[in-house]
């Protein structure tokens, strides 16, 4: 085109390219044919800047044509609108209750499923509330002998506990069409044919619903879905332990659905098999609003399971609705499309690009707390308490794999809160010289707020128990001591205050123990750190890392003084397994390779895959790694329960991946799970905590601190680790967002003629040379004709 | 031409089975069910027997080439390998481990790629062909050398900074389009117009650059002599032969990538929230989905021996000389 350009440009009035073209014939000896390929058309005396200015004027208009910032993602319908507006970076695989265990999937679930319990939105400690639920289960004690028991009974006494869950009447489901009925009352796509699902690929596509009050039926078919043979529930295995008959239950539904799938090739649609017509002891009926659970033994953490989606409840119709025949071919599943009775309800699922939620209009509402913690009335959190959320009609998710477009988008004001990544860290906050974190000054120029809060997660460097060099359970009492002093100095040498400072901008608390802040046993303060490795620093609370010298010492009492084992004097050798190796990850490794250095021993580092690292840590097969976990409730048993002998990964397959055994732990624990909190479990919580700052199985790593981004005009946001479902209580200003998005979006639009221009003047020099080349062709002809 | 194609046709059958058996070997070399279960069901308290139970419900339960327990045939055709095969040669790709319709999700999402990509293809090969030539017309002279050594620096330039210079100039500073996104429809334009200026300028140096070559060959040649000999104008010269001639090796080319338009690009459509199929099989490979990933690479194989074949068909029609035999 632009050769075109610059042609026709140069070419005079009365000659035309194609008239050139024309005027020549093919000689008849030339071997090909003249036919031309691309012929270039060029109208007589057109003026080739005059479509280029049309076209940039279309351009313009076509771009501000609406009259809203050019750089709007949004449709102009939603200018204006109560839309939430967020990003989300993976695509969620599950969105079925009974299967997802993600926390990138609750974002999506938590708000369109209510399980019978809740955490309060604003107090802290996490405290458990009714959902649905009229109240807090009381869990009632039995025996063996089915004899009734006080509440606080000891553990050990108990044979089994009784939830009964009372739930809020007149709650009724999202409208959907599993529940759309005829004039007769008969359901309308329960009974579906290849005919009735004809131009049926989306929920959309099913022009009726309806919708039913829930009922404790549905609470009790969901708990028996995580028991279903193709369900897949992660937490069966755990959950089989603790709800009476579950396994059992399990292995009968097996069982019958083979029986029901027996003849069927695989490409078939699965035969349904109907709950409804299995029950179990574990969970029962009581009337239309009550239902019972019962549980195995004392459990009290049960009450935090009673909050996680995989207790919400499922209708009976729901799932025969998506077990029909060519719905899941058609993408039409409960997976895909969840049905609830929360506040909001999936309308839109397109993982690729966006999820929508939209305002369930069945929702019977739920009152803003009136209460929190101190501090949250003065700023502001309290301004909505009593009033009916939730207060947005609408959250777009929008999917954004990168982070750059996701914080300019942010920063444009078309998301409205973000996370800060490590390359945007610096432009949005800055940390004062004591720690605190403040915002850069453009961020508090556009009136973003900050919010921070230490993750319920524990991140960690483990040492294998079962390996004979820095494991605790092979060799005589001499070399198990040895191993334990090798443990102690390593975890004095590797320096997290230093990681969190480098690696992670500072966001982030030394480990001082299993047990984050935020959970009860946590001991914050002096009184709660690791003497091991820290020591008070004077007369004040303040403390410091102990000296690498006494690092050094007790690698001498292990008997690798100067990093030698002393009885063979060879270098001592030890090995990391990481699955990080990229160039990024570079200076990361070679910070741990330092550490190490430092008290004189070497680290080779064994990097694998992902696939390959779980299968040697499953297996015991490494000697040291770094995991982390993310609380599944706030409790300390969550935690403690990750270094609990029976759990061992090697040995059972369970979530205990340094494999750590201490018989006197292990009694300790089966007695604190079962405790209610208060100083007595504390004071285990403290004997146990004390021993394994001992033992050191685990380098005790960091808590990551999150950092959030919220603009002016999002407000009742307080960042809640347990609770997934706040949306409902979040709150925007419309005209705020408007007039600010249009303040700092005003279209730039001198570079569009600029470019035009230079477009025009880079003809320039070729039109000259051009002239001059056929000037001097003409010249010289005629300087050859007068020679002649 | 009809019995050189069926005879292609054949030979690709044979190439298609031979790059799904490498697929198979590859992905199983580095995965294992057990690790594709794991993925799927989470890294928290997954239970031995709700892995077992993922691999049955999915056929992967059976060994991968030879099943020792099976009688006769039977030992190499109840395997993994020719179960999944038999399917994605009737071109039923089945569904994804999570649940969704692979067929369902390439028509959808092969729309915003082709949305992409059509217009850079088009667009690009008119720039690119265009500035070539005009860089092959001023040969020898200053317009051609700094026209070289502008497209040696565009190609010196990683494609990503292009794509994050673009985002920030243009939709961020002076923002006239959206930073990233998608809408169906005509309101795409607004958020494929970065994209598709991005694509065209990433690609202007090394395209032009490789055409100047061809075009500066063909000028050379002893025809191209002999119609300035008779007195043909320059412009008639590069237009009317050395343009059609050209053609051939650019067409070469050209015409492979045709049916590949549909497959995406990973990075353009990542950074501009462009819904397509560019990071589909990225995706796949990262969470150890299995069919995803063989139809993926299927359908890559598929179009690419297509687009040989195009190929070759268009050769004779640019070229009366080519003859297939």
Known sequence: ?788 | MTAYIVRRCLYAVLILIGVNLITFWLFFKVNTPDDMARMQLGNKRVAAEAINRWKADRGYDKPLFYNAGAQGAAALTDTLYVGKSLEMFRFEFGAADDGRDIAHEITTRMWPSLALALPVFILGLAVYIAFALLMAFFRATYIDFWGVVLCVAMMSISGLFYIIGGQYLVAKIWALVPISGYAPGFDSARFLMLPVLVGLVGGLGSSARWYRTIFLEEVSRDYVRTARAKGLAETTVFFRHVLKNAMIPILTGVVVSIPLLFMGSLITESFFGIPGLGSYTIEAIQAQDFGVVRAMVFIGSVLYIAGLLLTDISYTLVDPRVRFE
């Not at chain 1, 639920?133 to 050990?156: C, H, I, Q, S």
């Not at chain 1, 002096?526 to 102990?546: F, Q, S, T």
Request: net charge neutral; with cysteine; hydrophobic share 35%.
């Open chain 1, 1 to 788: 085109m632009l050769v075109q350009l610059l042609l026709q440009l140069s070419v005079r009035p009365d000659y035309s390219l194609r008239g050139a073209l024309r005027s020549r014939q093919p000689p008849p000896w030339c071997n090909f044919r003249y036919t031309p390929v691309m012929e270039f058309r060029l109208p007589k005396a057109q003026n080739p800047v005059g479509p280029c200015w049309a076209l940039a004027a279309v351009l313009l208009a076509f771009l501000g044509g609406c009259g809203r910032a050019w750089n709007d993602p949004y449709p102009v319908g939603e200018r204006g609108a109560n839309i939430l507006y967020s990003a989300f970076s993976d695509r969620p695989k599950h969105l079925d209750p009974a299967q997802s265990y993600a926390e990138d999937e609750n974002q999506f679930i938590a708000q369109v499923y209510e399980p019978p319990l809740q955490y309060h939105y604003l107090k802290r400690p996490f405290t458990l509330i009714p959902g649905a639920a009229t109240e807090l289960p009381r869990p009632r004690y039995f025996d063996a002998g089915n004899r009734p028991l006080p509440p606080t009974v000891d553990g050990e006494r108990v044979a089994y506990s009784v939830y009964e869950i009372h739930i809020l009447p007149g709650i009724r489901y999202a409208p959907h069409p599993a529940f759309a009925v005829d004039a007769a009352g008969k359901p309308l796509y329960l009974s579906l044919d290849a005919a009735g699902l004809r131009g049926k690929y989306r929920l959309l596509d099913f022009p009726a619903t309806g919708s039913r009050e829930l009922t404790a039926d549905d609470y009790v078919y969901e708990i028996k879905r995580l028991a279903h043979p193709r369900v897949n529930s992660p937490i069966l295995g755990l959950m089989g332990d603790y709800i009476l008959g579950l396994k059992d239950y399990a292995a009968r539904l097996a069982a019958e659905d083979s029986r029901l799938q027996a003849g069927r090739s695989r490409g078939d649609s699965p035969a349904f098999l109907d709950l409804t017509q299995y029950d179990f002891e574990g969970a029962k009926v009581v009337d239309r609003h009550t239902y019972q659970i019962r549980v195995k033994g004392k459990y009290p953490q049960f009450a935090y399971w009673l909050a996680m989606p995989f207790f919400a409840p499922v209708p009976p119709e729901a799932d025969r609705f998506y077990s029909q025949p060519g719905m899941a071919e058609r993408n039409i599943t409960l997976e895909w499309y969840p049905v609830g009775t929360g506040p909001y309800m999936l309308t839109e699922n397109d993982p690729n690009s966006r999820m929508v939620l939209q305002r369930n209009p069945l929702f019977r509402g739920e009152a803003y707390p009136a209460e929190g913690e101190p501090g949250d009335r003065e700023s502001g959190m309290l301004a909505d308490a009593g009033k009916m959320a939730p207060f947005i009609d609408r959250i777009v998710f929008s999917r954004e794999k990168e982070s750059i477009p996701r914080w300019n988008k942010f920063r444009q004001g078309y998301y409205d809160s973000s996370g800060i990544s490590s390359d945007n860290f610096d432009s949005a906050v800055q940390v004062g010289s004591s720690g605190e974190a403040a915002l850069s000054p453009e961020m508090e120029r556009r009136g973003i707020r900050l919010e921070t809060s230490v993750a319920t997660s524990s991140y960690y460097l483990a040492f294998n128990w079962l390996d004979a060099v820095v494991g605790g359970s092979s060799g005589d009492a001499v070399q198990r001591e040895r191993a334990k002093k090798l443990r102690q100095a390593i975890s004095i040498a590797v320096d997290f205050d230093e990681y969190i400072s480098i690696f992670a901008n500072g966001r982030g608390i030394p480990g001082q123990g299993p047990i984050p802040p935020g959970i009860f046993g946590f001991r914050d303060g002096p009184e709660g750190i690791n003497p091991l490795v820290y020591e008070r620093d004077g007369g004040n609370n303040a403390v410091k890392r102990r000296s690498i010298d006494v690092a050094k010492r007790l690698l001498a009492e292990a008997g690798y003084s100067g990093g030698r084992d002393v009885r063979t004097g060879q270098p001592l050798v030890l090995y990391l397994d990481t699955t990080i190796r990229g160039p990024e990850d570079k200076s990361r490794l070679d910070w741990y390779r330092r550490q190490f250095e430092g008290i004189g021993v070497q680290l080779d580092i064994r990097t694998s895959d992902w696939n390959r690292f779980q299968e040697k840590v499953r297996k015991g097969n490494t000697q040291m790694f770094f995991l982390g976990w993310n609380a599944d409730y706030p409790d300390p048993e969550n935690f403690l329960f990750l270094l609990y002998g029976p759990n061992s990964g090697a040995k059972n397959g369970g979530e205990n991946k340094a494999n750590y055994q201490n018989a006197e732990f292990d009694r300790l624990f089966e007695r604190m799970k079962n405790m209610d909190n208060g100083p007595e479990r504390q004071a285990v919580i403290d004997r146990m905590v004390a021993m394994l700052r001992d033992d050191a199985p685990w380098v005790w790593g960091f808590h990551p601190r999150d950092y959030g981004l919220y603009h002016a005009w999002l407000s009742n946001v307080k960042p809640n680790q347990m609770a997934r479902n706040s949306l409902k209580f979040y709150r925007l200003d419309t005209d705020l967002r408007e007039q600010k998005r249009a303040e700092w979006n005003h279209p730039v639009l001198w570079p569009i003629p600029l470019f035009m221009l230079l477009l025009a003047l880079s003809a320039l020099p070729a039109w000259r040379n051009w002239r001059a080349r056929e000037e001097r062709t003409a010249q010289s002809a005629r300087e050859l004709g007068g020679a002649a």
